[in-house]
């Protein structure tokens, strides 16, 4: 049995993982911003394993920190982090940007993650053993039109995600990164602020990659011998050939 804590784990990628791992026995740390969804997957994955949900916001580092160095004895050596909190916040040209959704997005996928990794490295490198899985994207790899600051929010989870191999390399811990491309979720109704219909057509025409679909693939990255650490992993649907070219039917 392990100990994972998982960011944004109350939709999307995050929650499918959490159902998925719930499934091995792992104590699961849920951590999300809406306590009414952290309640929900609570009384649902508890009754399966033991389940500790946290609210908090990783942008905001007082509270990252408040709630972090104060676990409970049974949950308090974390085994596997998952850093999968994330935001996309508009799609416009830098100079019609919002310097408030670039705020948003800067603090949530790169302070964010840092912020977290910071609190929980020192106990995993005090016991030389632990995993941490940066959830990137595509966007990580490339940039397409009108992606800017997301896109650079995400080539810096890359560059961390390396500099953490580095900096941790005689440490006993792995750090994976999961990079997705298309993928159904509530992400493309965040980036377009509740326009359900804008963000219903970004996945029409094609099958897009589930939640499911990324949760399997943690559960495999985690489930590698202990001197098998996958690095990096780009996962596309089959209609996606870049981040603006699918074939749409």
Known sequence: MKTILITGATSGIGLAAAKKLANS??????????QHKL???SNELSKITNVLPLRFDVSNKKEV???LEKLPDEFNSIDILINNAGNAHGLDTIQEGSLEDWDNMIDSNIKGLLYVSR???PTMIENQNGHIINIGSLAGREVYKKGNIYCATKHAVNAISKAMRIDLNKTGIKVSEINPGLVETDFSNVRFKGDSDRAEKVYQGYKALQADDIADIIEF???RPSHVNIADIL????????SSIIDKK
């Open 25 to 34: 026995k792992n104590n699961l740390i849920l951590c999300g911003r809406r």
């Open 39 to 41: 309640d929900e997957i």
């Open 65 to 67: 920190n408040k709630v």
């Open 119 to 121: 609190v929980i490295m």
């Open 221 to 223: 990255v985690i489930n």
């Open 235 to 242: 996962v596309l649907p089959q209609a996606q050939a870049t």
